[in-house]
């Protein structure tokens, strides 16, 4: 059966239908399921900034990742060469207090820099923020930040060296590298408590 109205018609109720302001109640159930969609998305996927530290890929909350720059010159401190503090850095005209993960991560390593570097044109300045606290680091390569699926997500095994194991809550697999996934929070206190 064919239908009576013109196609004009029909193409012009379309347009009236579609331009027509919604009301109170249409405004509110598509908003609420816009949030639905948007909380379950979040709920779906997690982020975390990707960086290599020697052999080790390491990842941190992206939401703490201030900036990645260049590395620069680091002034160090007097009486302060052992332990986590690698002394000053100029970030954007602000003094940063730049840090070591290494001697977290491999006990033995020493603060200052040197050792071996694959690379040393892909190292980068980690610039962090937490608990209103900006702190710095070098990574030997960065990739980034990265989202994921928290099903993919693997526990820690024992075998794994305890000192990275302490500081780690799961592994991500992640582009033929297994990424050790850092709690922040644990690793900034025991930064910390090396600091003071």
């Known amino acids: 059966m064919t239908d009576p109205r013109p196609t004009g018609s029909v193409a012009s109720l379309v347009a009236e239908l579609l331009d027509r302001a919604l009301d109170d109640a249409e405004l509110r159930e598509a908003t609420k399921h816009v949030a639905r969609t ?11 900034f990707i960086f290599r530290l020697g052999p080790e890929w390491l990842g941190l909350p992206s939401s703490v990742i201030g900036e990645v ?8 401190l007097p009486h302060r060469r052992e332990g986590a ?15 070591a993960l290494e001697p977290l991560f491999q006990p033995g ?3 200052t820099p040197g050792g071996a570097r694959q690379n040393p044109v892909s190292r980068r300045l980690v ?8 702190l710095a680091f070098e990574a030997d390569e960065v990739h980034g930040s990265h989202r994921f699926d928290p099903d993919i997500l693997r ?6 060296a305890k000192s990275v194991a302490s500081f780690t809550t799961e592994l991500l697999p992640w582009d033929d590298h297994t990424v050790g996934l850092l709690d922040a929070e644990l690793l900034f206190h025991a930064l ?5």
């Open 38 to 48: 948007a909380a379950s998305r979040e709920l779906l996927t997690r982020s975390t």
């Open 69 to 76: 720059v260049e590395t620069r010159a680091i002034h160090t």
């Open 85 to 99: 503090m690698r002394g000053l850095v100029n970030v954007r005209g602000q003094l940063t207090i730049c840090l």
């Open 109 to 111: 390593t020493p603060a």
């Open 127 to 134: 610039v962090v923020a937490m608990q209103g606290q900006r």
């Open 155 to 160: 526990s820690v095994p024992a075998t794994i």
């Open 192 to 196: 910390g408590r090396r600091l003071g």
